[in-house]
């Protein structure tokens, strides 16, 4: 079923460098290897007039200093610092204007952003999401949209991992959930008047 560009944006979670190049803290091979399909599914919902939204994790290096219990440099080490090249989207995918880059500094990209407010402002209701990582801030994204009444939709082969289970549990358990899964050759637009 065609996808209405007036109310369907693009969610490109966290393609960025500390993630997808080889020289990142956290590179994952599979999350470049989807770069291209990101990107052509991007090409494809500017060319048909739909929103697209990035989505950068950035942490300012004091970030979990008073924490109680979440601590991400805990988990993963200190990894895309607030101004670091880590930090950027990488360069294959270049935002054009009139597309919107919300940073963020959790799993969840609605966790205290502008992206609800944003999203619903444009009218804005179906949510087609890509990016990295599967079982983290792509799931946690896509989970936080269908509880505020988004339709989330997990492009599957758009979207990077660590292993290969990760991805299978996050698209089974999307499907499952909370959201819907297509692959990104499925993905139509309904052609603007």
């Known amino acids: 079923m065609p996808y209405d560009p007036d109310n369907t944006a693009v969610v490109v979670v966290d393609m960025q460098n500390g993630f997808c190049h080889p020289d990142g ?31 950068r994790d950035v942490h300012p290096p004091e970030q979990f ?7 991400e440099f805990d988990r993963w080490g200190e990894h895309v610092l607030e101004g670091s090249w880590e930090s950027e989207l990488v360069d294959e995918l270049a935002v054009r204007p009139g597309d919107h880059v919300v940073e963020k500094h959790t799993y969840d990209a609605f966790h205290e952003t502008d992206l609800d407010g944003w999203l619903s402002a444009r009218g804005i209701d179906d949510l087609l999401i890509c990016g990295t990582l599967a079982n983290v801030c792509v799931l946690h994204t ?4 269908g509880l505020r009444d988004y339709r989330p939709v997990l ?10 289970s990760h991805h299978e549990y996050a698209v089974d358990h999307a499907d499952w959930l909370f959201g819907e899964t297509t692959a990104a050759d499925a993905v139509e637009f309904l052609p603007t008047c």
């Open 65 to 71: 200093d008073d924490t109680h219990y979440y601590d």
């Open 155 to 164: 492009v599957t082969d758009a979207i990077g991992y660590v292993e290969e």
């Open 25 to 55: 803290s956290l590179y994952a091979p599979p999350s470049e290897a989807v770069i291209d399909e990101v990107s052509a599914l991007v090409g494809r919902a500017h060319d048909a007039g739909a929103r697209v939204v990035y989505t």
């Open 142 to 145: 896509a989970g936080s949209a």
